[in-house]
C-alpha cells in the first residue's frame, strides 16, 4: 500500500527530540501487510530457533515462514540445514513439529527424501523422463550467530554480520552462543508483529505492565538506550542497586553487565533479552496484519541455575509474555479507530528503540520505492 509510505517518511524525518509513532493504519491494514511482507519480510533475516534445538542428525523442527513452510533439520554430516517442508512430487508437507528421523517419507506417494533433501526414493515412477536427482527439496540460505539460526527465503539477501558489529560486541562478553536450551513455546497473538517488536523493546511500559513480574528487577526508572545500528537496536533494563544477583554468568561479564538485562531486536523480527545466566528469545512469524505465532526460547548459562529455579524463571517469562499478550490484543482492537492517530513517543531512554525501527522501516520503504 503506498499510499502509507509518505506518512512514514514524514515521520521518520521529525526532529530526533519530537519523535511520534505510527498511526493505528500501519498495524490493521491488509494492504500495508502486504506491501511489507514484499519489501521488508521476504528479503529478512528471521530468526527461526536455536542450534541446540536440533542437537542430533535426524533432528528436526517445523515452522512457517511467511507462505513458506520450513524444515529446519540436522543433517547426517552434522550440517544444519533449513529445507522447504513441500514434496517435489505434488507438494504435500513432509513434516510437522518436532522430532527425529531417518529420512522424510511424504504420508501422501511415499516418496522419500534423506536428511539433506535428496530425494532417495520414489515407488512406481518409471516414467522415462524422471530424474530423481532434479527432486531435490530447496535448501535455503541461512546464517548462524550465537547460537540462533536465521533464514532468509531471499537466495540475493546479503547476510548481516558486517553491519552488526555494535550488537556483536554488547553481547559478547555474555557468551550467547554456548547458552543451554531448556524451553521452547509456540503460540497465536492477535497482533500486528510490529506492535510485539515494539512492544518488547521498549522499557516505558515495564513498570505498569508488569507490576508483579518484572518491576522489581527491570523498573521503567532504570531503562537506558543502548547500541543501536542497520538492522538492529538495544536498550538495557538495570536493576536497581543492592538487589541480589541472577546467576553469575560469563566468566567475562562486568558487574554492571551482571547487574541488567540487555534486550535487543535484529530487525524485523527477533527480540530477546540477554542477561548473566538467562536468555530468552521471540521469534516473531506474522501471519496477516492482525495475527502473528509467537515462538519463544529459553536458555541458560552452563549450570548456573538450579532445575527448580529455571521452572520457576519458565512460569514467570509465561507471566510476563501473557500480560504483554494481553495489552496487545486489546491494543489491536483499539488500533482500528481512525482516532488511533500518531502519538508522542517518549525520549531515548524509554522508546528510542521504538524511533529506531520506524527510522529502519521508513529506510526499507526508500530503498523498495526507489
Ligand atoms: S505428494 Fe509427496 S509423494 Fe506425492
Ligand atoms: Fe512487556
Redesign the pocket.
Known amino acids: 500500500m503506498k499510499d502509507l509510505s509518505p506518512i512514514l517518511q514524514e515521520l521518520a524525518a521529525l526532529p530526533a527530540d519530537r519523535p511520534m509513532g505510527l498511526p493505528g493504519v500501519f498495524y490493521t491494514s491488509a494492504e500495508r501487510f502486504e506491501w511489507e511482507k514484499k519489501t521488508v519480510l521476504q528479503q529478512g533475516w528471521h530468526c527461526l530457533g536455536r542450534v541446540d534445538e536440533v542437537p542430533e542428525p535426524g533432528d528436526f523442527f517445523t515452522v512457517q515462514l511467511l507462505q513458506e513452510p520450513l524444515i529446519v533439520v540436522r543433517g547426517d554430516d552434522g550440517a544444519v540445514r533449513v529445507l522447504a517442508n513441500v514434496?517435489r512430487?505434488?507438494?504435500?508437507p513432509?513434516a510437522e513439529g518436532r522430532g527425529n528421523v531417518k529420512r522424510f517419507i511424504?504420508t501422501?506417494?511415499?516418496?522419500m527424501y534423506g536428511r539433506d533433501g535428496a530425494l532417495l526414493r520414489?515407488a512406481r515412477m518409471q516414467n522415462e523422463g524422471f530424474d530423481a536427482k532434479s527432486c531435490r527439496l530447496h535448501s535455503y540460505n541461512i546464517q548462524f550467530w550465537n547460537g540462533f539460526i536465521y533464514c532468509n527465503l531471499d537466495a540475493e539477501a546479503p547476510h548481516f554480520a558486517e553491519e552488526s558489529q555494535e550488537l556483536d560486541a554488547l553481547v559478547s562478553p555474555y557468551e550467547t552462543g554456548s547458552f543451554r536450551l531448556v524451553h521452547v513455546a509456540e503460540e497465536i497473538w492477535q497482533t500486528n508483529w510490529k506492535c510485539l517488536v515494539e512492544n518488547f523493546m521498549e522499557g516505558y511500559h515495564l513498570s505498569v505492565v508488569h507490576p508483579q513480574t518484572l518491576h522489581g528487577y527491570t523498573p521503567t526508572g532504570l531503562a537506558r538506550k543502548s547500541v543501536s545500528g542497520p538492522g538492529f537496536t538495544s536498550y538495557t533494563a538495570n536493576y536497581p542497586e543492592g538487589i541480589a544477583p541472577r546467576g553469575a554468568g560469563a566468566p567475562g561479564l562486568s558487574t554492571a553487565e551482571r547487574q541488567r538485562s540487555t534486550l535487543f531486536a535484529r530487525f524485523p523480527t527477533q527480540v530477546a533479552s540477554q542477561a548473566a545466566s538467562l536468555l530468552v528469545s521471540l521469534s516473531i512469524f506474522p501471519i496477516s496484519a492482525e495475527s502473528i505465532r509467537v515462538k519463544w526460547t529459553m536458555s541458560v548459562y552452563g549450570e548456573d541455575l538450579d532445575d527448580a529455579t529455571i521452572q520457576d524463571r519458565i512460569r514467570l517469562w509465561e507471566e510476563v509474555n501473557r500480560e504483554d499478550r494481553e495489552k496487545l490484543e486489546k491494543m489491536q482492537i483499539a488500533l482500528r479507530s481512525q482516532h488511533a492517530v500518531s502519538g508522542p513517543l517518549a525520549g531515548d531512554d524509554y522508546e528510542g528503540t521504538v524511533r529506531d525501527f520506524q527510522l529502519w522501516l521508513a529506510e526499507q520503504d526508500r530503498a523498495a520505492l526507489a
Open positions: 514434496c512430487h505434488r507438494g504435500m513432509l511424504c501422501y506417494h511415499a516418496w520414489a
